[in-house]
T-cell receptor, first 117, second 114 residues
Framework: AQSVTQLGSHVSVSEGALVLLRCNYS??????LFWYVQYPNQGLQLLLK??????LVKGINGFEAEFKKSETSFHLTKPSAHMSDAAEYFC???????????????FGQGTILTVHP | DAGVTQSPTHLIKTRGQHVTLRCSPI?????VSWYQQVLGQGPQFIFQ???????GRGNFPDRFSARQFPNYSSELNVNALLLGDSALYLC?????????????FGQGTRLTVV
């Protein structure tokens, strides 16, 4: 079964600083990986996804993530944090479910990003 | 275009009662999934429906049930509510089920059981 571990439940950065949110995965097959963002009292919005094409994936709002198979990682980065980036971020892996491939998502515990002025 | 809509947005129920949550997918999407997000945790998969048939079920008790209608909208039912059922219930729709198919999430229904 697939699983996801997000290192650090809270990350705090200053406005303009680098954002790095860590995600490690476990999967018995080549994984499909996703990053979602959740603002307070809202649903989840897809930031980016890795589906075995380019290992460096660019997403919305200036975020990007790099798939590293040797490290089983899919860390999310942004060169310069904005106040509007403050939210909770979830890494997820899509289940292969054997031959069914119904796309169940397994999420990590989430990382709350705080951005200080 | 309307996104995924869920109703109600909030509700409060008493232990032992049952609840029905509703979800309308994005127009043209035929797959709906339900997730439970307990405060401080990531969402947990409950069900997936495609073309009105259950395609997957997570590790939830039989008190949880769901169905999908001919117009692809869906209901999640929870019987004999427990305090631990208090959570944000998220509905996600996608064109079809699939590992690399993007899931679009609704705003969620916040259920409080007292």
């Amino acid at each position: 079964a697939q699983s996801v571990t997000q290192l650090g439940s809270h990350v705090s950065v200053s406005e303009g600083a680098l954002v790095l949110l860590r995600c490690n995965y476990s999967s018995s097959v080549p994984p499909y990986l996703f990053w979602y963002v959740q603002y307070p009292n809202q649903g989840l919005q897809l930031l980016l996804k890795y589906t075995s094409a380019a290992t460096l994936v660019k997403g919305i709002n200036g975020f990007e993530a790099e798939f590293k198979k040797s490290e089983t990682s899919f860390h999310l980065t942004k060169p310069s944090a904005h106040m509007s980036d403050a939210a909770e971020y979830f890494c997820a892996v899509s289940d292969n479910a054997g031959g069914t491939s119904y796309g169940k998502l397994t999420f990590g515990q989430g990382t709350i990003l705080t951005v200080h002025p | 275009d309307a996104g995924v809509t869920q109703s109600p947005t909030h509700l409060i129920k008493t232990r032992g009662q049952h609840v029905t949550l509703r979800c309308s997918p994005i127009s043209g999407h035929k797959s709906v999934s339900w997730y439970q997000q307990v405060l401080g945790q990531g969402p947990q998969f409950i069900f997936q429906y495609y073309e009105k048939e259950e395609r997957g079920r997570g590790n939830f008790p039989d008190r949880f049930s769901a169905r999908q209608f001919p117009n692809y909208s869906s209901e999640l039912n929870v019987n004999a509510l427990l305090l631990g059922d208090s959570a944000l219930y998220l509905c996600a729709s996608s064109l079809i089920p699939g590992r690399n198919t993007e899931a679009f999430f609704g705003q969620g229904t916040r259920l409080t059981v007292v």
